[in-house]
């Protein structure tokens, strides 16, 4: 067993230890701590996987950006109690089963298909995912769909701003 | 060059994508909360973005990797007018239990 598939192993085992947590535990404050350990996590797989620019986008965008506005709307929600009624027993058997059933499709599906990989992996040796590489794709090839994902960003910023904007008392 | 797809095989990514897929999944149906309803979709999309990069790894190109950036952006622009809608639903209602937003008309 070499160190990688070890580490590979801590890390999936920490990945969906959180996750479970985060679907499971009372406190919706709690949940988004194990959501922050589980994207850190999956920074590591990306690190793992030896996509160093990626692994920092994600912590940016995911553990900084997108957490901090988690905890925000639950502290602005004053959530922080645990008095949240649970659905009735049988939706909540229904989701047990319905996940297992899920589980066990993909699984199989995935492990009856045609092997993917022969065992044989050949590496060229070429680089492919460093910043340099990766920047002359999104601007060459990618350029129209970065000016629509600006256009998305600003256009989610404004309806952000407008939703959350208190609305004017009617005459 | 000492490729990490040698040692640990792309068959378990995908078990790991596909297990973190189906917890994703198991929150949104299982919890009533809204925000962690919206928490178990951003677990659904990191589970896909992870996939994404074992791939582009598999395949030695960068193009999935640019497709993750896409992603993000788009989980982004997402959970911020998400977040928006839920504040402005517990303005009017109070609650943000999806339980009790049946009186939504079409």
Redesign the interface.
């Known amino acids: 067993m070499s160190i990688l598939l070890i580490l590979f192993c801590i890390l999936s085992a920490i990945t969906l230890l959180t996750a479970f947590l985060t679907v499971f535990s009372k406190n919706p404050i709690h949940s988004a701590i194990y959501l922050v350990i589980c994207f850190f996590s999956v920074a590591g797989h990306y690190l793992l996987l030896n996509a160093q620019f990626l692994a920092i986008v994600h912590v940016i965008v995911y553990s900084g950006a997108i957490m901090i506005l988690f905890l925000f709307t639950i502290m602005l929600m004053n959530l922080n109690k645990e008095n949240e009624v649970h659905k009735p027993r049988i939706t909540r058997l229904g989701a047990i089963v319905s996940f297992c059933l899920i589980c066990f499709v993909l699984i199989l599906i995935f492990i009856n298909s045609k092997p993917i990989a022969d065992g044989s992996y050949d590496v060229t040796g070429e680089d492919y995912q460093s910043i340099k590489v990766l920047g002359k794709v999104l601007l060459n090839e990618y350029m129209v769909p970065f000016e629509y994902a600006s256009i998305l960003l600003l256009v989610a910023m404004i309806g952000a701003v407008l939703l959350s904007k208190k609305e004017k008392l009617e005459k | 060059?000492n490729?990490?797809?040698?040692?640990?095989?792309?068959?378990?990514y995908?078990?790991?994508c596909?297990?973190?897929?189906?917890?994703?999944?198991?929150?949104v149906?299982?919890?009533?909360?809204a925000?962690?309803v919206?928490?178990?979709i951003?677990?659904m999309l990191?589970a896909v973005?992870?996939l994404f990069?074992?791939f582009?790894?598999?395949h030695?190109?960068?193009?999935g990797?640019?497709f993750?950036?896409?992603s993000?952006?788009?989980?982004?622009?997402?959970?911020?007018?998400g977040?928006?809608?839920?504040?402005?639903i517990?303005r009017n209602s109070g609650t943000?239990?999806v339980?009790n937003l049946k009186n939504l008309k079409g």
């Open positions: 060059m490729n990490i797809l040698n040692q640990i095989g792309i068959e378990n995908i078990f790991l596909v297990i973190l897929f189906c917890i994703g999944v198991f929150g149906l299982y919890r009533r909360n925000i962690i919206f928490m178990s951003e677990i990191n973005n992870l990069v074992a582009s790894t598999y030695q190109d960068a193009q990797q640019v993750v950036f896409f993000m952006a788009v989980a982004a622009a997402e959970v911020a007018v977040l928006a809608i839920l504040v402005s517990f943000i239990d339980a």
